[in-house]
């Protein structure tokens, strides 16, 4: 079965960094795009990033762009989220998640639903 597991969250302070980390199995991982999501406390969960299956697409939230930088390692089955200069605000659980991707076109999307599979969540809380 499909399987994503993130690691890689903990307590930060204002300011610092952290790398997500995403382990993907029981899927072709090359024909999936790839998203991180995450869910600040009594909110809604939300869009932070994606990546194409070539890595030639990465969107960004407007909130997050500059700070963080998503990649993939089509090798190992691997995406990562690069986060920087971290805010209180980014206190949420990060979700990783996989998107099949349709035909032979190279997209990556912003859209939750799009996503077929989702792991468990890794909590980043940012102090400040």
């Known amino acids: 079965q499909v399987q994503l597991v993130e690691s890689g969250g903990g307590l930060v302070q204002a300011g610092g960094s952290l790398r997500l980390s995403c382990a993907a199995s029981?899927?072709?991982?090359?024909?999936?795009?790839m998203g991180w999501f995450r869910q600040p406390p009594g909110k809604e969960r939300e869009f932070v990033a994606a990546?194409?299956?070539?890595?030639?697409?990465?969107p960004y939230a407007d909130s997050v762009g500059g700070r963080f930088t998503i990649s993939r390692d089509n090798t190992k089955n691997m995406v990562y989220l690069q986060m920087n200069s971290l805010k209180p605000e980014g206190t949420a659980v990060y979700y990783c998640?996989?998107?099949?991707?349709?035909?032979?076109?190279?997209?990556?999307?912003?859209?939750?639903?799009?996503?077929?599979?989702w792991g468990q969540g890794t909590q980043v809380t940012v102090s400040s």
């Open positions: 998640a996989a998107d099949y991707a349709m035909g032979s076109g190279d997209y990556a999307s912003r859209n939750i639903h799009d996503y077929d599979y």
């Open positions: 029981g899927l072709t991982f090359s024909r999936y795009a």
């Open positions: 990546i194409s299956r070539t890595r030639g697409i990465t």
